[in-house]
């Protein structure tokens, strides 16, 4: 079973819809990431959380440290939303940056 | 604003060579962390530097060495290049936490 698990795995949705991706670990952690990697491969660190929530323009991002379990928000979905939106977790022990990576959300918004 | 600079972009190699990314991280950031994600696969952490020292290994293969120089930035060493060596290659660097990603070099080995 792997130590961070997204859901789903892919999700088409159309323009101006809510949309909510899943991540749920089972490890210790630091704090949680989500990233967001377009089909050119480049990775931008959308949010890092160790408790509550945070907000960024269209962007909502949960954690429920007692239920190990965090989920991404965008509002009024846009077609330049579509990318893959990992989940990756900073272990308990290691350095920040030692992540354990989701295997992603690929998320497709159409007009 | 100046984010995380790796080069070469994109590198062909064959096997049994050697390879030598570089990666330039946002300046005063004092830590560097090195990811390697195969086709298809997801990252897998490698490497990492603090103040120019290793503060963290990962699934770096022993053919593989990094260092951290003086300026900040770092290096990673690919030697007797597989063809499972191919791959896109991230660095990240931080200074409180947060992670900043440069755009990855992407190694293919023939």
């Known amino acids: 079973k792997n130590e961070v698990e997204q859901s789903p795995q892919n999700l088409t949705a159309q323009e101006g819809e809510f949309i909510t991706i899943n991540c749920s670990y089972s490890v210790g952690i630091s704090a949680l990431h989500w990233l967001q990697q377009h089909p050119g491969g480049g990775i931008v660190s959308l949010f890092m959380?160790?408790?509550g929530k945070k907000k960024h323009g269209r962007l909502i991002a949960t954690i429920n440290i007692q239920e190990k379990h965090s989920s991404l928000h965008i509002t009024a979905s846009h077609p330049r939303d579509s990318a893959v939106y990992i989940c990756a977790v900073s272990r308990g022990e290691g350095s920040q940056g030692n992540l354990i990576f989701g295997k992603g959300t690929k998320l497709s918004v159409k007009p | 604003a100046a984010g995380v600079i790796q080069s070469p972009r994109h590198l062909i190699k064959e096997k049994r060579e050697t390879a030598t990314l570089k990666c330039y991280p946002i300046?005063?950031?004092?830590?560097v962390y090195w990811y390697q994600q195969g086709p298809g696969q997801d990252p897998q952490f490698l490497i990492s530097?603090?103040?120019?020292?290793?503060?963290d290994k990962g699934s770096i293969p022993d053919r593989f060495s990094a260092q951290q120089f003086s300026d900040y930035h770092s290096e990673l060493n690919m030697s007797s290049l597989e063809l499972g060596d191919s791959a896109l290659y991230f660095c990240a660097s931080s200074l409180f936490g947060e992670l900043f990603f440069g755009e990855g070099s992407r190694l293919t080995v023939l």
């Open positions: 530097f603090y103040e120019k020292m290793q503060s």
């Open positions: 959380l160790s408790s």
């Open positions: 300046p005063r950031h004092d830590t």
